[in-house]
């Protein structure tokens, strides 16, 4: 069924809008939800358990692998090394080894893997792998590592295989060049009345999901493959292990419980291949595979460092007239997913304003550092973290008010874009509108204490999807004998609410009661409905079409069977709270039973109907290429979710120490199909944002982690949380999303550290360009 | 090995355990009881917060031998039967609940509060979660969730306000 059949049967009832209790929320208060480190908890004979054998080299040459001495240990079943895993994996450049064939790109890289009966004995026996390496000179700053004479860590980049938007330089360090150009930046910088000229660094940050990555993996006789874990991308996953084992696509098998926390971590592959390609050493065995918290930190994904230059000038007016950059992603030590971030931050980069001239290269580097990749906001933190405060420096130097400075500069509905793209509908003004009044604007307030400095500041943001043009949804809705319905989808609850809000969608679109709405999990790719992969906050939006789609198939032929049984026609008839009640006649058909066993001719001569199953899919058709030398195109993303924050706080003169006493945001979300659930994000966003800006992962000058763990790495405990959290909700619909709705799980944290920024420089007129903040440099600062 | 006696959520559990086996990996690994999360195995989490003899303890740092003649209670044991407790009621009620992973260390934290202090003040709340780590909430509404199944109201200072 098209979209656009489902869209005419939009109708908003009971469900819809309402913040009803999340599906998923008695199992996880009881202890019952699985997690993949759940499942084959209990050891027990012919379980089998894996180490990973780790580079302590940043940048080095493997000579040799000895295995003997470890697989001389009692219980070691076996090692794997690259060789058995000679061909390339990733998803937009297959620029990586499952484990390290020749060369070791990072410390942590793994170059083998032990299985053995326990975990304490693989982990004894990884000891005693001998790996002999050949240490190379390596470059861990983006800056660097883009110049001609850096360390080359892929000299074969030019033999990669790549998806045909992404275009690296063999020869350099360069695994993408997105090249924005419009207008005319070097005849505009003349007319600017103000420029403003600056270099922002930010440094590799990790997710730091509660949940570590953990694998299970059983490779049988018969060639089937099963792969559990907790997983963003199942499908995803089998793809590209698939392609990269030459397993065919029917016998692998992934299937991911709950997901304790992604954040983009747990998108793509990272150590999950390793489990497989373990699995297969041992046949008929089940290998487990957990990565330990410091494992977590340095060898599953990171969301790369930035090093971004940026130049903006504007009239005598406060109109931005040009605007120069150049982002340089350290995407770490493998780039398949940072590719995409440094196209996304290229084809975003001048954040939510429209500039007429603007020159924008993104670059992502290769550097012998975590493997970039996807982080909740896929580039966009890392940009606006310069442009807010550019912004905010044009409208200080202007002598405009910021809050004003951004309304009148903002992307407005049909506006045309620096991609050349006209912008779809979206409010912004209203936005920044809506978190000026909540955090009383216009109103200086006093310091809490003498010694105290109080200031506000504000940043916007915009971000769309990135992802491959045609990334698509799939959905089936099948009905139970009682009327309940279970509704498939390969999407992933990850906390962001994904199950309800489908479920949500699920019964409006149906017209049953949502409480007679069941989500089929685990996401199984050998039952579940196909899907890209649970990220870009692409969930409401995609899979809702395609559940609003598979739940319009249902009641359409639940409709043409009672309208013939009762000789009328469908178009007079509706399903409202598991109903069929005709307008016309006036007549009322229960779902039960009707949706099995159909229903009976007169004098039960015949039957009519039987088990429905409705089916929908959806993917945005519309998505054009853009040129390789302006990044011009009429369409280059599918749409953008935009939103304000505003930041009050506190500064403590005498220790450096930040109060933040409230933020408020607001996001234009199209249709808040569960309010209650936006605000949750919104909450958790503010939070993840504002700790974001307090973190950095931290190496020596070899490339060793120095904060690998949560004491030395920390995030946000609840005595770091805002005296207060302001959220609103503005609804501009957007035009292909289920009842106007477009996603914001990401959008909620992007601007979070620039408007804090902007606030610390009202309180104390002092700018930082560089993150991670810490009450030691503030303090310092100060002095 | 050990054995060893434990009451684990009101029953008794006879065991034999090895000597460097932790209370976390006896509960999910010998006992199945995986509400119990493994977050860091290094005791900086909270993922894993049991009761012992009431007191929250991190379950990873925790020698399974010393669990013998003590009490357990783990998240399956804080409702009575099919009826959620208060405080599992309220973290459904007001969303405090997202990825899940923390849930059930920060609902041991929590109930060991409320049977020490039924109605916690902010400070005491913010106390007994500040080694309970969330990266999805935010904390607000777990805040707001245990000083709802405390039926105490809000206190000025209160923070989380945000609906
Ligand atoms: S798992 Fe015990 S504190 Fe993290
Ligand atoms: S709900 Fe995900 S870590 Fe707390």
């Known amino acids: 069924m098209t979209h656009a059949t489902a869209a005419a049967s939009q109708r908003i009832g009971g469900t819809i809008g309402r913040s009803v209790r999340r599906?998923?929320?008695?199992?996880?208060?009881?202890g019952a939800a699985t997690y993949a480190d759940d499942l084959l908890a209990a050891r027990g004979p012919g379980l089998y358990y894996g180490r990973l054998v780790r580079s302590p080299h940043a940048h080095a040459l493997i000579r040799s692998i000895d295995a003997s001495k470890a697989l001389a240990v009692r219980g070691v079943k076996a090692v794997v090394t690259g060789e058995d895993t000679p061909t390339r994996i990733g998803l937009y450049l297959k620029d990586r080894h499952i484990f390290a064939l020749d060369r070791a790109r990072l410390v942590g890289d793994p170059?083998?893997?032990?299985?053995?009966?326990?975990?304490?004995?693989?982990?004894e026996a990884a000891r005693l792998v001998e790996v002999e390496y050949e240490e190379l000179p390596a470059v861990f700053d983006p800056a660097e590592a883009i110049r001609p004479d850096a360390p080359l860590i892929h000299p074969e980049l030019g033999e990669y295989e790549v998806v045909n938007f992404i275009f690296p330089k063999p020869g350099t360090n360069i695994s993408e060049h997105f090249k924005l150009r419009r207008g005319d930046v070097e005849a505009a910088w003349p007319q600017c009345e103000i420029i403003v000229e600056g270099t922002f660094r930010l440094p590799p940050i990790q997710h730091v999901?509660?949940?570590?990555?953990?694998?299970?993996?059983?490779?049988?006789?018969?060639?089937?493959?099963?792969?559990?874990?907790?997983?963003?991308?199942?499908?995803?996953?089998?793809?590209?292990?698939?392609?990269?084992?030459?397993?065919?696509?029917?016998?692998?098998?992934?299937?991911?419980?709950y997901v304790g926390g992604g954040f983009g971590g747990k998108a793509g592959v990272s150590m999950e291949a390793c489990a497989v390609a373990m699995a297969r050493a041992v046949k008929g065995h089940p290998v487990k595979l957990r990565m330990t918290r410091?494992?977590?930190?340095?060898?599953?994904?990171?969301?790369?460092?930035?090093?971004?230059?940026?130049?903006?000038?504007?009239?005598?007016?406060?109109?931005?007239?040009?605007?120069?950059?150049?982002?340089?992603?350290?995407?770490?030590?493998?780039?398949?997913?940072?590719?995409?971030?440094?196209?996304?931050?290229?084809?975003?980069?001048?954040?939510?304003?429209?500039?007429?001239?603007?020159?924008?290269?993104?670059?992502?580097?290769?550097?012998?550092?975590?493997?970039?990749?996807?982080?909740?906001?896929?580039?966009?933190?890392?940009?606006?973290?310069?442009?807010?405060?550019?912004?905010d420096q044009l409208a200080e130097k202007i002598g405009m008010d910021s809050a004003e400075f951004r309304r009148r500069n903002c992307v407005k509905t049909g506006e045309t874009i620096l991609t050349g793209m006209e912008m779809p509908a979206i409010n912004l003004e209203a936005c920044i509108d809506k978190v000026t009044e909540a955090i009383q604007w216009d109103r200086r307030e006093p310091p809490s204490a003498p010694h105290k400095r109080r200031g506000?500041?504000?940043?916007?943001?915009?971000?769309?999807?990135?992802?491959?043009?045609?990334?698509?949804?799939?959905?089936?809705?099948?009905?139970?004998?009682?009327?309940?319905?279970?509704?498939?989808?390969?999407?992933?609850?990850?906390?962001?609410?994904?199950?309800?809000?489908?479920?949500?969608?699920?019964?409006?679109?149906?017209?049953?009661?949502?409480?007679?709405?069941?989500?089929?999990?685990?996401?199984?790719?050998?039952?579940?409905?196909?899907?890209?992969?649970t990220v870009a906050s692409r969930i409401t939006w995609s899979v809702g079409n395609a559940v609003m789609a598979a739940a319009g198939?249902?009641?359409?032929?639940?409709?043409?069977?009672?309208?013939?049984?009762?000789?009328?026609?469908?178009?007079?008839?509706?399903?409202?709270?598991?109903?069929?009640?005709?307008?016309?006649?006036?007549?009322?058909?229960?779902?039960?039973?009707?949706?099995?066993?159909?229903?009976?001719n007169e004098n039960f001569e015949g039957w009519k109907g039987g088990p429905i199953i409705g089916t929908g899919n959806f993917m945005p058709t519309y998505v054009t290429n853009l040129d390789f030398e302006t990044g011009q195109g009429t369409r280059a993303v599918v749409h953008y979710t935009v939103g304000a924050q505003a930041v009050d706080l506190e500064v403590d003169t005498e220790t450096g120490q930040l109060e933040i006493?409230?933020?408020?945001?607001?996001?234009?979300?199209?249709?808040?199909?569960?309010?209650?659930?936006?605000?949750?994000?919104?909450?958790?966003?503010?939070?993840?944002?504002?700790?974001?800006?307090?973190?950095?992962?931290?190496?020596?000058?070899?490339?060793?982690?120095?904060?690998?763990?949560?004491?030395?790495?920390?995030?946000?405990?609840?005595a770091d949380i805002p005296r207060e959290i302001h959220g609103d909700i503005v609804e501009t619909p957007l035009e292909d999303g289920p009842w106007g709705a477009r996603g914001v799980g990401e959008h909620v944290m992007v601007q979070t550290a620039p408007a804090i920024a902007n606030a610390i420089y009202d309180a104390l007129g002092i700018r930082f360009s560089d993150l991670p903040l810490s009450a030691e440099k503030i303090f310092l600062a100060l002095q | 090995m050990h054995t060893i006696t434990v009451t684990i959520n009101g029953a008794a559990e006879y065991l034999a355990v090895r000597s460097n086996m932790t209370l976390l990996q006896m509960l999910r690994e010998e006992l199945g009881l995986t509400g119990t999360k493994n977050g860091c195995e290094a005791g900086e989490c909270g993922a894993c917060t049991v009761l012992l003899d009431g007191e929250p303890v991190n379950a990873c740092m925790v020698l399974a031998v010393e669990s013998d003649g003590h009490q357990v209670i783990t998240v399956e044991g804080l409702a009575e039967g099919d009826?959620?407790?208060?405080?599992?009621?309220?973290?459904?009620?007001?969303?405090?609940?997202?990825?899940?992973?923390?849930?059930?260390?920060?609902?041991?934290?929590?109930?060991?509060?409320?049977?020490?202090h039924p109605k916690p003040t902010e400070d005491e709340i913010e106390e007994a979660v500040l080694g309970n780590l969330c990266r999805c909430t935010g904390y607000v509404r777990i805040v707001d969730a245990i000083r709802d199944a405390a039926g105490s109201s809000a206190s000025a200072s209160g923070k989380g306000g945000a609906r």
Request: charged share 20%; glycine share 8%; aromatic share 8%.
């Open chain 1, 209 to 257: 999901p509660i949940e570590p990555h953990v694998a299970i993996s059983l490779w049988e006789q018969s060639g089937q493959v099963t792969l559990w874990t907790c997983s963003q991308s199942p499908f995803a996953q089998r793809d590209l292990i698939a392609q990269s084992m030459g397993i065919p696509h029917g016998n692998l098998r992934v299937i991911s419980p």
């Open chain 1, 661 to 718: 006493l409230k933020i408020a945001s607001a996001y234009d979300v199209g249709k808040a199909l569960n309010p209650d659930l936006i605000m949750t994000q919104i909450e958790g966003g503010a939070v993840h944002g504002l700790s974001s800006a307090f973190e950095a992962l931290k190496f020596d000058e070899k490339g060793r982690p120095l904060n690998n763990n949560l004491v030395d790495y920390r995030i946000a405990t609840v």
């Open chain 1, 456 to 533: 506000k500041g504000i940043a916007i943001m915009w971000k769309a999807p990135a992802m491959p043009p045609n990334a698509g949804s799939s959905a089936v809705v099948r009905l139970n004998e009682d009327g309940t319905v279970n509704v498939e989808i390969g999407a992933q609850e990850l906390g962001q609410g994904a199950f309800t809000v489908l479920a949500q969608v699920a019964a409006e679109a149906l017209g049953v009661p949502y409480e007679w709405v069941r989500i089929s999990a685990p996401v199984d790719t050998r039952y579940s409905p196909y899907e890209w992969q």
């Open chain 1, 23 to 30: 599906i998923d929320a008695h199992d996880k208060v009881t």
């Open chain 1, 294 to 391: 410091e494992e977590e930190f340095i060898c599953t994904n990171a969301r790369q460092s930035l090093e971004a230059h940026t130049k903006i000038g504007c009239d005598s007016q406060g109109n931005l007239l040009a605007m120069e950059t150049r982002y340089i992603f350290g995407g770490g030590a493998s780039n398949e997913y940072g590719v995409n971030i440094a196209r996304a931050a290229g084809y975003s980069c001048t954040g939510p304003y429209l500039i007429p001239n603007v020159k924008g290269d993104s670059y992502c580097v290769y550097t012998n550092t975590p493997v970039g990749s996807a982080m909740r906001g896929f580039g966009m933190p890392e940009i606006h973290w310069g442009i807010e405060q550019i912004i």
């Open chain 1, 111 to 123: 170059v083998a893997g032990v299985i053995a009966t326990s975990e304490e004995i693989a982990e």
């Open chain 1, 553 to 600: 198939d249902a009641r359409h032929k639940i409709l043409a069977v009672v309208a013939e049984h009762w000789d009328e026609d469908p178009a007079d008839l509706d399903i409202k709270d598991g109903l069929v009640m005709s307008f016309k006649s006036e007549r009322e058909q229960p779902l039960e039973g009707l949706v099995v066993y159909g229903l009976p």
């Open chain 2, 83 to 116: 009826e959620l407790a208060p405080l599992q009621e309220s973290f459904i009620e007001l969303n405090a609940v997202q990825c899940g992973f923390c849930t059930p260390g920060m609902l041991t934290s929590a109930h060991a509060l409320l049977q020490r």
